[in-house]
């Protein structure tokens, strides 16, 4: 494992991120959509540093397999009600950002008076589709990275910091936890 963005990085980027958001709604009452299962730590994190009325949901979606892209599954059984509310998607990253994208138009049925998105990671030259986030914390190269909320087979998601797996670490044998 080799460490991209330490733990105090990682905060100093989220703290900065919340400021943007704070700038940009003022004191305009949100709604934080929080996507499953990446975003659960970028999200607790955000909120906390929020100061502003904020109502929190999720939505789940899968897609990976590994590290290979597989079909993407949204589960949009969303638990409040975001009709004319301004929304905001957090992810924990934006790859080829499909991910975003059909958030987003699924979202748009809702009815919301707007939907923005912030991520915590953008993989630079990855993006196949017409939009970027609103609101992203860091730029990173193109490497399979997991902690903070990222993960490998749904290990690795309670690391503090940002890291890129190494062949090692990617090997069948070391698969974890089993
Ligand atoms: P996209 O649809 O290609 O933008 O991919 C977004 C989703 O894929 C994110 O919500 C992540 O869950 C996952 N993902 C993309 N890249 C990585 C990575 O490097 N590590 C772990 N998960 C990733
Ligand atoms: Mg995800």
């Given at each position: 494992?080799r460490v991209l963005?330490?733990?105090a990085t990682?905060?100093e980027g989220?703290a900065?991120?919340?400021?943007e958001i704070?700038e940009?709604?003022?004191?305009?009452?949100?709604?934080?959509i929080?996507?499953?299962?990446?975003?659960?730590v970028?999200?607790?994190d955000?909120?906390r540093?929020?100061?502003?009325p904020?109502?929190?949901g999720?939505?789940?979606?899968?897609?990976y397999?590994?590290?290979?892209?597989g079909k993407?599954k949204?589960?949009v059984d969303?638990?409040?009600?975001?009709?004319?509310?301004?929304v905001?998607?957090v992810d924990?990253?934006?790859?080829?950002?499909?991910t975003m994208?059909?958030?987003?138009?699924?979202?748009?049925e809702f009815?919301?008076?707007s939907?923005r998105?912030?991520?915590?990671?953008?993989k630079t030259g990855?993006?196949?589709?017409?939009?970027?986030?609103?609101?992203?914390?860091?730029?990173?190269?193109?490497e399979?990275?997991?902690g903070?909320?990222?993960?490998?087979?749904d290990?690795?998601r309670?690391l503090?910091?940002?890291?890129?797996?190494e062949?090692?670490d990617?090997a069948e044998?070391?698969k974890?936890p089993?």
């Amino acid at each position: 494992m080799r460490v991209l963005i330490d733990e105090a990085t990682v905060h100093e980027g989220v703290a900065s991120m919340a400021n943007e958001i704070r700038e940009t709604y003022v004191d305009t009452p949100l709604t934080i959509i929080g996507v499953l299962t990446g975003s659960v730590v970028v999200l607790a994190d955000l909120i906390r540093k929020l100061d502003m009325p904020l109502r929190v949901g999720v939505l789940q979606t899968s897609s990976y397999d590994g590290t290979q892209r597989g079909k993407l599954k949204i589960n949009v059984d969303l638990m409040l009600d975001i009709r004319n509310r301004h929304v905001l998607i957090v992810d924990d990253i934006f790859d080829t950002g499909h991910t975003m994208h059909e958030v987003i138009e699924l979202l748009g049925e809702f009815e919301p008076a707007s939907v923005r998105s912030a991520v915590l990671l953008v993989k630079t030259g990855k993006k196949e589709v017409a939009m970027d986030p609103d609101f992203a914390a860091f730029d990173i190269p193109d490497e399979f990275v997991v902690g903070y909320g990222l993960d490998y087979n749904d290990a690795y998601r309670h690391l503090p910091f940002v890291g890129v797996l190494e062949p090692d670490d990617l090997a069948e044998d070391r698969k974890w936890p089993d």
